[in-house]
């Protein structure tokens, strides 16, 4: 039995350490990307449950290479906005594009709903396009997820793995922190220096002119975030798999 860990590892995340039943608990486990193999790694070292040689980074199809890419920009005209995949996210995010858009009107805010959520479900329950109507700063995205990228500057998170591809497009992460949030979502928790905090609208025009100072910092998360998602080669592939016919 083998388990891929195909999306992003949060901190605090204890689905590690779940115990399956007999025949659904993986023999050996492949990874994503270096990071996360790294966190595998150490996670079984500590609490001695799996030898390490049976983990494996086997990479993955979200591998985002971007070889003469923009490096940050000067200043923050347009934001992107990324949820997760559950309404409740894209509740918490929407609502915050909204009051943005209001308190800040030279800045244009993009609306990007994950592909898993339906929009027009979404608007009836929530009445999203009655709130946003008015605010000619504020858009729902009908471009691809690149196209948004090479027309943003900043991307406002909370769990989506987004927001690696973000980086490595030149985009400012600013993670949205809500008050009284004692669960982290940020899938870029290992950046202690180079991710952004945001508990509110009032703090956003912090961030409005972060550049100078910031590159050593984002060369350092570029070097994070390339490793976050390797690229899957069918030599690789095929590698590791006869390592694991050989190990069983």
């Not at 918490?92 to 209001?102: G, N, P, R, Y």
């Amino acid at each position: 039995t083998i388990g891929y860990q195909h999306a992003g590892i949060m901190n605090y995340q204890n689905i590690i350490n779940h115990n399956y039943k007999k025949n659904f608990n993986p023999d050996f486990i492949i990874t994503s990307g270096k990071n996360n193999m790294k966190h595998f790694t150490k996670f079984f070292e500590k609490n001695k449950k799996k030898n390490k040689q049976k983990i494996f980074e086997i990479g993955s199809n979200r591998y985002f290479n971007n070889r003469g890419g923009k490096i940050l920009f000067n200043k923050i005209d347009n934001i992107l906005i990324i949820p997760e995949g559950t309404y409740e996210e894209t509740k918490i995010l929407f609502d915050l594009s909204v009051e943005l858009a209001k308190q800040y009107h030279k800045k244009k805010f993009i609306l990007r709903t994950h592909p898993q959520i339906n929009i027009n479900h979404f608007s009836k329950n929530f009445l999203i396009f009655k709130r946003y109507e008015n605010l000619k700063n504020l858009v729902f995205s009908t471009e691809s997820f690149i196209d948004d990228l090479n027309r943003s500057n900043a991307v406002i998170y909370r769990g989506s793995t987004g927001v690696i591809t973000a980086i490595l497009k030149g985009l400012i992460p600013i993670y949205f922190k809500q008050e009284n949030e004692h669960l982290n979502l940020d899938p870029l928790f290992d950046l202690k220096k180079f991710r952004k905090h945001l508990k509110s609208t009032n703090e956003f025009k912090k961030f409005l002119n972060v550049r100078k100072g910031y590159f050593n910092e984002y060369k350092s998360a570029k070097i994070f975030c390339s490793n976050y998602f390797t690229p899957q080669k069918p030599s690789k592939t095929l590698g590791i798999f006869k390592q694991i016919m050989r190990n069983n």
